[in-house]
Nanobody, 115 residues
Framework: QVRLVESGGGLVQAGGSLILSCTVS????????MGWYRQAPGRQRELVAK???????NYADSVKGRFTITRDIVKNTVYLQMNSLKPEDTAVYYC?????????WGQGTQVTVSS
């Protein structure tokens, strides 16, 4: 099991940018992929972006071209650069670590985009 600590959420105007960070502590060798998910009020949690242990990434259609997921292996940190933010991006964003036996989650960080 690993511990995931997110940071970087906040309030931003539409069209603005934010960068989220997720730092992993613990035994990270078993992680097969890291991802960012989000959950808006009254909606299900959805995948935003994911990056595998070999560096392959994929994105939700709604964020393609606007969001970028990257990782710093030395710092054990995954980032989500969010540009051209829209009010519909407002949600709690969760960091996820996928293992063969299940997932670990961060505590979540609020992102609010005002119109």
């Amino acid at each position: 099991q690993v511990r995931l600590v997110e940071s970087g959420g906040g309030l931003v105007q539409a069209g603005g940018s934010l960068i989220l960070s997720c730092t992993v502590s613990g035994s990270a060798f078993s992680i097969s992929a890291m991802g960012w998910y989000r959950q808006a009020p009254g909606r299900q949690r959805e995948l935003v972006a994911k990056i595998t242990s070999v560096g392959r990434s994929n994105y939700a259609d709604s964020v393609k071209g606007r969001f970028t997921i990257t990782r710093d292996i030395v710092k054990n940190t995954v980032y989500l650069q969010m540009n051209s933010l829209k009010p519909e991006d407002t949600a709690v964003y969760y960091c996820n670590a996928a293992h063969a036996w299940g997932d670990d989650w961060g505590q979540g960080t609020q992102v609010t985009v005002s119109s």
